[in-house]
């Protein structure tokens, strides 16, 4: 071989393995990342108690915070809260200010257009948050009142076409950025009720901070299973996500955190009858 064929030569594999190093690079997963990076991203709801709230402590603290540090112990990294509000819990994954959702997120058909879903971690039924002067004794009587909830949720979908349902005119709808705007408004008399998750009005109520505040039965809407998101194409995070879900129910794990935050007898199901998601 030549000393000019040499060199070409000598050139293209320095090309090819410089080539191969960046596409390693650009290959590197979600997983290794957090790994390596030793620090776990985890979008939290903070106004959601007892799924997400501040402490005496002003400390980020429930349900999902806690699952949150369980899922960094598990990847040996620090856990780093990010107040995420409900409006954007999906845009904060999708432009990578966070890693994982863990934000009491229900699975629905739509968002999985967007993100990627593991199996449910956390289910809720619907109750009716109203005032104690508001004349509501059962989800029926929210008819035509002035009712809200937050924009973009499941929930508030739900409720939106049961309120279409009616077509009572006297009746509106009002859609609110976050729930405490939401808890807020009920308070101030702009709308007479709201539904939502079972565990967070308990702790509403419980918490002092709405006197006014009451529950009034439950509402005609499905159980509401939440998952954990993370990026569409973040496919081995996901499959891991998924293998921590199930560890923490074979372990004992998830109903240990239930009852430490949600309280009651009984964790209840994560899973639809007859359906295996």
Same mark, same amino acid.
Request: aromatic share 10%.
């Given at each position: 071989?030549?000393?000019?064929? *040499?060199?070409?030569?000598?050139?293209?594999?320095?090309m090819l393995?410089?080539?191969?190093?960046?596409s390693a #690079?650009?290959?590197?997963s979600?997983?290794?990342?957090?790994?390596?990076?030793?620090?776990?991203?985890?979008?939290?709801q903070?106004?959601?108690?007892?799924?997400g709230?501040?402490?005496?402590?002003?400390?980020?603290?429930?349900?999902?915070v806690?699952?949150?540090?369980?899922?960094?112990?598990?990847?040996g990294a620090?856990?780093?809260?990010?107040e995420?509000?409900?409006?954007?819990?999906?845009?904060?994954?999708v432009s990578?200010?966070?890693?994982v959702?863990?934000?009491?997120?229900s699975?629905?058909?739509?968002?999985?257009?967007? /993100?990627?879903?593991?199996?449910? @971690?956390v289910s809720?039924?619907?109750?009716?948050?109203?005032?104690?002067?508001?004349?509501?004794?059962?989800?029926?009587?929210?008819?035509?009142?002035?009712?809200?909830?937050?924009?973009?949720?499941?929930?508030?979908?739900?409720?939106?076409s049961?309120?279409?349902? *009616?077509k009572? #005119?006297?009746?509106?709808?009002?859609?609110?950025?976050?729930?405490?705007?939401?808890?807020?408004?009920?308070?101030?008399?702009?709308?007479?009720?709201?539904?939502?998750?079972n #565990?967070?009005a308990g702790?509403?109520?419980?918490s002092?901070?709405f006197?006014?505040?009451?529950?009034?039965g439950e509402?005609p809407?499905?159980?509401?299973?939440?998952?954990i #998101?993370?990026r569409?194409?973040?496919?081995?995070?996901?499959?891991?996500?998924?293998?921590?879900? *199930?560890?923490q129910?074979?372990?004992?794990?998830?109903?240990e955190? @239930?009852?430490?935050?949600?309280g009651?007898?009984?964790?209840?199901?994560l899973? /639809?009858?007859?359906?295996?998601?």
């Open positions: 071989m030549s000393r000019q064929n *040499w060199g070409r030569g000598a050139l293209v594999s320095l393995a410089a080539f191969a190093g960046g #690079a650009h290959a590197q979600a997983l290794d990342k957090i790994v390596q990076s030793k620090t776990l991203r985890c979008g939290v903070l106004d959601y108690p007892p799924a709230f501040r402490n005496q402590k002003n400390e980020p603290d429930g349900y999902d806690a699952y949150c540090k369980d899922m960094a112990k598990a990847l620090t856990a780093q809260i990010i995420t509000p409900s409006s954007e819990r999906i845009p904060a994954l990578n200010r966070i890693d959702l863990i934000a009491s997120a699975i629905t058909t739509q968002r999985a257009l967007t /993100v990627a879903f593991s199996q449910p @971690y809720y039924t619907n109750v009716v948050l109203t005032r104690n002067d508001a004349g509501v004794e059962k989800f029926d009587d929210m008819k035509g009142r002035a009712i809200g909830g937050v924009t973009g949720t499941t929930t508030e979908q739900e409720l939106k049961l309120y279409s349902a *009616w009572d #005119a006297k009746g509106s709808y009002t859609g609110y950025g976050s729930e405490a705007e939401s808890y807020l408004a009920l308070t101030q008399g702009k709308i007479d009720g709201i539904i939502l998750g #565990a967070s702790a509403l109520v419980r002092g901070q006197p006014t505040l009451v529950i009034k509402a809407t499905p159980a509401d299973l939440c998952g #998101a993370v569409k194409d973040d496919r081995d995070l996901l499959s891991w996500v998924r293998v921590f879900v *199930w560890s129910v074979r372990t004992g794990r998830y109903k955190l @239930y009852f430490q935050y949600f009651g007898s009984e964790s209840p199901s899973s /639809v009858p007859g359906v295996d998601f």
